[in-house]
């Protein structure tokens, strides 16, 4: 008996010790200042003009609670926390429920935040899962509690909520899937607006309506249950055809949220902004995009897709002078899937990988015309293992070609035979010291893009053939202001040479040739298919896996990347080769139509001499096919330097 009154005292005091504490807890938040939350959440984009074309949350777009259609209300309550109007921020009894459920099935099945606690979760800029944050979370629960009712807490709520797309708050979200204002929405439209911000990439209608209507038939039951409405309004409402408006007032683009994801992206990445829009009343980020850069590469993605749809596509339009990302689309479609795979997705290059390597050989002693034999060959490696890459169609030219025709063709044996006489970590290296992170493994077939790399990061180290050897970082954002106009953050504008001059501008020619009737011979260049379209010069370099296929170019005001595939990894068929080619050619004539734009200059220790071009020896009279290629003074055909077939050289060296 006397344990059992030492049980309950002792119970009695922690229940006492916690009912002061939390007391003291809302106690403390009170005597605190009343934190101001119609500044809060609110981030506004500007592009490359300072032109605003995306804002999160705006005081000129807050509307009042007494504004929003009571059924939108009612649905979102139900749906999200029945018991907001009788709790004090946090539902203990939901908390421990859902604590039951998750131990219960292993896993995190149910969540139990209310209303209050996720208003106080957007007041972050990152979704970063720690203590501190959680902490930080409760805290501001617990303020927002204590200074303000519950309908303003309510309003701020329904004003700062993600309803997908990139819309944000009630209003905006209104108009854009129905085209009329939050008073005005019907029962059947506020229940399916209520459940979208759960999970705005999979309840959106525009995204997946049957997943959309699955949530609104739950929401309609929620309010039911909790004597909103009856059955037969539910019924109505869950049976009435909706037509979704889904546009915005301007920069209606398919894929210009890629662009603004990227952009929150990026801004997680600052450590010198903080991570609460309370102590920034807000943000200003100022971004480098160029609108009309962004639409044409939309307008020639859309055209050169409509027949694949399954098919996804990405890229990356960059000045290559400064690293500033002009424009970038993540998918075909926002609507359709969220996925921003110019940043977060990681693809086999392919044979666009090979001029970094041509770079390399041509710094290590190699020119325009140094000849390999190209036939089929299988390379043998300590342990007895070998490895038999294979040219595109099994096409060989059975005799020595040169490096020139070698990368016009983008001969696979020519390029392992480059790789292994320069031995397997120059590539590695090189890739390196132009900015490309990705772990790229020293083995044969790194030349042909076997290792995976982000667009963003391989687009980056193409800027350092762009702007003739200087690496530069890739980025979105210019500049970062809080609400008072004070600079949080400044992108740094430094450049850093890490590759010759004169040997980036031979491989730019090299790559100009990618596209030139001038190599025509046993076999085509890889991008003849585009040369009718094209009216300036550029280095472009396409290369393929059999789930992948890439086109990357440039000239010296402009990088453009593009990726082509399938999400699932499904094979590509060869037919389908032509479509990142064609929005490649279609995007940079469309961007540089009525915008100067002109070609390298030639360095004082190049010189230019007309060749054969498959067999880089001195173009003769009997010639059919004559170019002109570059080579460092000395080291062109004819020369002391003259350095033509490798093979040779090294079995003389051997002799």
Known sequence: MRKIKKFIKWNFLLILLGILGVGAFYLVAYINPKLEIKSANSFSFYDKNDNLFFTGNNNKEWVNIEDVSENLINATISIEDKYFYKHKGFDFLRIMKAMYMNVINKDIVQGASTITQQYARNLYLTMEKTWKRKLDEAWITTRLETHYSKDEILEGYLNTINYGQGVYGIENAAHFYFDKSAKSLTLAEASMLAGI???????????????????????????????????????????????????????????????????????????????????????KIYTALDIDAQTVFEEAMQKNMTDYTEAQTAGVMMNPNNGEVIALIGGVDYAKSEYNRAVTAKRQVGSSMKPFLYYAALENGFTASSRFLSSPTTFTFASDKTYTPKNYADKYPNKEISLATALVYSDNIYAIKTHMFLGEDVLVKTAKRVGIDAKLDAIPSLPLGTNEISIMDFVGGYGSFANTGYKVNPHIIKRVEDSNGNILYKAKDTKERVLNESTVFILNELLSNTYSYDFVDYSTPTLISIAPKLTQKYSIKSGSTDTDFWTVGYNKDLVLGIWYGYDDNKKVDSSESRINKMIWADTVEA????????????????????????????????????????????????SDGDILSVEKQEEKKEE
């Open 197 to 283: 911000p759960n999970s705005p990439s999979n309840y959106s209608p525009l995204v997946d309506e049957y997943s959309a209507k699955k949530r609104q038939k739950s929401v309609l039951n929620m309010m039911v249950k909790n004597g909103y409405i009856t059955e037969e309004e539910m019924d109505d409402a869950y049976n009435t055809t909706l037509t979704y408006y889904g546009k915005k007032e301007k920069y209606n683009l398919a894929t210009l949220m890629y662009y603004q994801d990227a952009v929150i992206d990026e801004l997680e990445s600052i450590d010198s902004i903080p991570p609460s829009f309370l102590s920034t009343g807000g943000l």
């Open 591 to 638: 961007y540089f139509k009525d915008k100067e734009t002109s070609w390298y200059d030639i360095p004082e220790d190049v010189v230019g001499v007309l060749v054969n071009p498959v067999t880089g020896e001195l173009a003769k009279e009997t010639d059919k096919k004559k170019h002109i290629c570059y080579y460092i003074k000395g080291t062109e055909p004819g």
